[in-house]
């Protein structure tokens, strides 16, 4: 949830560190820190609680420590209070071992009492202190061997981590090791780098090395070698990465979210003609082919969050496309539990970043089980595509803002090919109508193009709520699905307090929420369930609530009934949750920026969530 930057090469390094901190700043973060050393210099150390500007200006935005390797970091607070002394990088007593940490080392109450029994002192109320000084430890006692010290480090670590260290006797290398936590190496030929995600390297490079658990870097100026936990070279072919460095950048727009709204149509055109090849749909990259998908006996569906309510919108489509029964799960409980799994089933993980580490433990869970895994993910050569059976990438492209948009909108994309594959191997749909879904399909891009057309509708009626206490999201079948998502959206970004019912449990408790000016929005697209839901909306006006109802183009009798509407493109009823969430979203947005929010670093929040 935070995030590591580092460097060896032969510029400066504290302005690349400081650069490639802003392009993680979506992680989420309270604190910030660099270490930076130049040949037999002492390392210098600078670090700052709060925003990253604050050590940019400290720091002269790098200008001020000179040195040509080094490492950073942005911290969120786990263990310990946001502080300065909390923030990264740490060191030991002498300053031999310095080091930046990502995750949790689980075990640091036990590790720290061994240290202090051999005459280490504390300064933080980190485990990442507690880390730093047991590789010190085992460096010292090692003969200063570096890549052993962290080897004997590793072995006695539970928990998660990603780790760049630096040794003051090795002025011209760093040591890099991972654990369940995210980090990639570039490189080129004359330096190295390291981070979290790709956004902080890609305007250096787009050759990158992914490091598997357990294992462990020495980085040197353009050369990267790689070791297993018993000290052998191990071999790796560096990736190439295909996003744009502009892409991650706002290119006029405020923030970075209302840019990635506006993304949505290429990104799901794009998702979409990656698969939809020549008149049909082509997973053979994904390796699930017409015989596998037919073996298949259930669905499991795994994620968190956004990715989890694109799993409740595939359980309505999948079991009525495919008839294959569908369960969605929430992956922080997947993995507390004892799944009953088989292996006729097959385990659909959602994510985002391929990084999240519920997700990724549920994976790993399913296999362990005898299940096979499809992951649905947007980053190549992340964890959990690299440890999936089949993989099925989306094609969003950096996606910066902590809300996501348009990773979520691929992922429904992805959904919609795989319930309709899973249909036609199974002949339930012809050639006819598997033509009929892929032309509504096709016609998405330009439909939410529309919808962005009229976006000063929603802007004026967020600025007319801007204010409000409660927001309730209410609809049947995949409406409730949509709703879900866009009332994370609304209580993400904006604190308005938001939920999402199923409108037939209004009248299980919810509707004694409903008082004067309570704002209420109901999703009326699916055509045979809308009846009931403009009753359900009815219901809660007569007791004072504001409605807002959201409909498709042509039902314009619901405006009788809602005191504001908003109108999509018709589609098949299937596919309405790509339409409907962009006024939601747009909503959410808007009413962020009418309540004078950070839309793009909500409090308490991060892009990606890998710890627990």
Known sequence: MCGIVGYIGNEQAAPILLNGLSKLEYRGYDSAGIAVRDQEAPTQMMKSKGRLKLLQQKTDYGNSIAGQCGIGHTRWATHGEPSEVNAHPH??????VIAVHNGIIDNYVELKEKLVKKGYTFYSDTDTEVAVKLIDYYYKKNEQDPLHALTEAMTHFRGSYALAVMYQDYPDEIYVARKDSPMIIGITDKACYIASDVPAI?????????????EIGRLRKGEAVFYNIDEEVVEKEPVTITWDAAAAE??????????????????????????YKENTIDLTETGLTSDVMNAFHQIIIVACGSAYHVGITAQYVIESLAHIPVRVEIASEF?????????????????????????????????????KTLAIVNVVGSSIAREADYVMYTMAGPEIAVATTKAYSTQLIAIYLLALKFSYSRALIDDTKLQYYLQNLAKLPEQIEKILEDK?????FAAKFANVKDAFFIGRGIDYSTGLEGSL???????????????????????????DGTLVIGLLTQPTLQEKTLSNLVEVKSRGAYLMGLTTFGNYTIEDSVDFTVYIPKTDAMF??????????LLGYYMSVARGLDVDKPRNLAKSVTVE
């Open 91 to 96: 060191c030991s007593d002498d300053h031999a």
């Open 202 to 214: 890609l305007n250096h490079t787009r050759s990158v090395f992914y490091i598997d658990n357990m």
């Open 250 to 275: 706002k290119a006029g727009f405020e923030h970075f979210m209302m840019k990635e709204i506006y993304e949505q149509p290429k990104a799901v055109s794009d998702t979409l003609y990656h698969y």
């Open 335 to 371: 993995r507390y539990r004892d799944p009953l799994l088989t292996p006729e089933d097959l385990v659909v993980v959602i994510s985002q970043s391929g990084e999240t580490a519920d997700s990724l433990a549920a994976l790993r869970e399913a296999k362990e089980r005898g299940s």
């Open 456 to 460: 000063e509708r929603i802007q004026w």
């Open 489 to 515: 959206k609304m209580k993400e970004i904006s604190y308005v307090h938001s939920e999402a019912y199923a409108a037939g449990e209004l009248k299980h408790g919810t509707i004694s929420l409903i008082e």
């Open 576 to 585: 309405t949750n790509s339409l409907a969430i962009i006024p939601l979203q």
